[in-house]
Nanobody, 130 residues
Framework: EAQLVESGGGLVQAGESLRLSCVAS????????IGWFRQAPGMEREGVAC????????RYADSVKGRFTISSDNAKNTVYLQMNSLKPEDTAVYYC???????????????????????WGQGTQVTVSS
């Protein structure tokens, strides 16, 4: 059974940093697309960053480019999201998601299509105070 377990959320002040972790199991990690999504109250879920663990290719939403970095440790089946220079508008529940056997989509503009992702974590809250 596929499973994604997120950790690392919390409450920080604007300008500070957090690192989220997502530990994956139950599917072939290297062949997947692994993404981070977020959802703020009253807002639609949006893609933040995604990675192909096979080749390290990444994609970011414009709102986080230059501030967030996604990376993977294939030996640990873990994906990280390093979030720097956090802003109050980054406040949301952050979800890790995996699309099996679709790692190639990270190279395309459809990489954040939620229908591509088969498995979702339970979410971790990130709150940024001003």
């Amino acid at each position: 059974e596929a499973q994604l377990v997120e950790s690392g959320g919390g409450l920080v002040q604007a300008g500070e940093s957090l690192r989220l972790s997502c530990v994956a199991s139950g599917f072939t990690f290297e062949d997947a697309a692994i993404g981070w999504f977020r959802q703020a109250p009253g807002m639609e879920r949006e893609g933040v960053a995604c990675i192909s663990p096979d080749n390290g290719l990444t994609r970011y939403a414009d709102s986080v480019k230059g501030r967030f970095t996604i990376s993977s440790d294939n030996a640990k089946n873990t994906v990280y999201l390093q979030m720097n220079s956090l802003k109050p508008e980054d406040t949301a529940v952050y979800y890790c998601a995996a699309g099996e056997n679709v790692g190639v989509v990270v190279a395309t503009t459809t990489a954040f299509g939620p229908n591509l992702y088969d498995h979702w974590g339970q979410g971790t809250q990130v709150t940024v105070s001003s």
